[in-house]
């Protein structure tokens, strides 16, 4: 797949006069493509880089509107930032080749927060990396002022859903451990890569889990090719989630590495504790979990039972979940030099899987009732106010900053799309 192919594809639709600019600038000379490589040769027309494989594919509108039964109501996933996510299914009668398969079939909401910009890093980054714990995207469509993203479809949805819907199972700790090493080793992917990249975006949202309650990380609009040479931060508008993003990329706009690190931390507690990041619904001074739980870690004569999530019935091992809550408090260090690596975040959490002193292992633990096809039932679109609750929440935890516009107009398409690029998509 030629990026070429991709924006060949956007740009013929609007305005087929528009001449290709030549390559300014020397391409990067490692396998990954990078955002910048693409603000200085998007529209060259001799570009040859490729998105790493042939494997993602370009669908229609007219397509995805059948896969979905027209994006019903019924086929409804839920809605973030970006736009409405859809259940579909495709076939090799769409595309020769295409393996049949359940799909997550995002749609960029024109009136959303989020724009073209997201939906581009979206199909640069994921376009590009493969890994057992990133989630896989399939394809894309970009058609006129329509961007949408087709997505491997996660049966068990965000591990927000697991761990805060009011009806779902109580993840046992087992498997809140195996979440956290698989999302852990994504990351550490991310990170160690030839050319790092910073998620930015780590939080219980994004991470999707499968049939087995392996995670996978989704939702790359936010990612960030990690620093070069000698630089030890990528400067950059401050954008993420409250209670997620690390205190010093707030102040600074300085994004590193370990910026995602704590962002991995906040997540960690999430899990030992079943609180929320920032519930506005809790007690003033419980509102914010960081601040809640580090007096709690750090001093030892108070109980780690005022921590762990209630919903565990005190199933879990009482070393490993000491282990795993200084853990936690690591990667929150407010000093990024005092953040641990991924690698050792790992190393740490691995032996605490399988450890069994206190615990009975295997029950799920149900509060009301349910299985995963009716949890998400529960959250269909009109099927109560917790679909526009859940929309104001997500539009109030995102940290604002400038919306980057969505292309609206056929004519202005490749004109707004070309001074983007050109200013390096900042
Ligand atoms: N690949 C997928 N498979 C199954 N469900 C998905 C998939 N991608 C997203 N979803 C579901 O769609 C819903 C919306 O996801 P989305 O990532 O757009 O928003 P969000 O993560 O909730 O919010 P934000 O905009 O802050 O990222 C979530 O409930 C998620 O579980
Ligand atoms: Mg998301």
Redesign the pocket.
Known sequence: MKLQYIFSRCFKIENPNLKPKKVVRKLSSSPRFSLLDLSSSTLSEDLSISLAGSYLHVFTLQELKMITQNFSSSNF?????????H?GFIDDKIRPGLKAQP??V?LLDLDGS?GHREWLTEVVFLGQLRHPHL?KLIGYCCEEEHRLLV?????R??L??QLYRRYSISLPWSTRMKIAIGAAKGLDFLHEAENPVIYR?F?A??I?LDSNYSPKL??FGLAKDGPEGDDTHVSTRIMG?HGYAAPEYIMTGHLTTASDVYSFGVVLLELLTGRKSVDKNRPHREQNLVEWAKPIIKNPRKLLSRLMDPRLEGQYPEMGAQKAAALAYQCLSHSPKLRPKMSDVIKVLEPLKDLEDSIQIGTFLFSVLGDGDLERDS?KKGSGNGYHK?RRE?QE??IKSPKSRVIYSKNSLNENLRKRLDNGLK
């Open positions: 996933l839920g809605e973030g930032g970006f736009g409405p996510v259940k799909v997550a995002k989020q989630v997505y491997e479809y996660m049966p949805g965000s927000e859903n975006d939080k949202s994004n999707l989704s939702d989630t959250e859940r997500i935890s995102r």
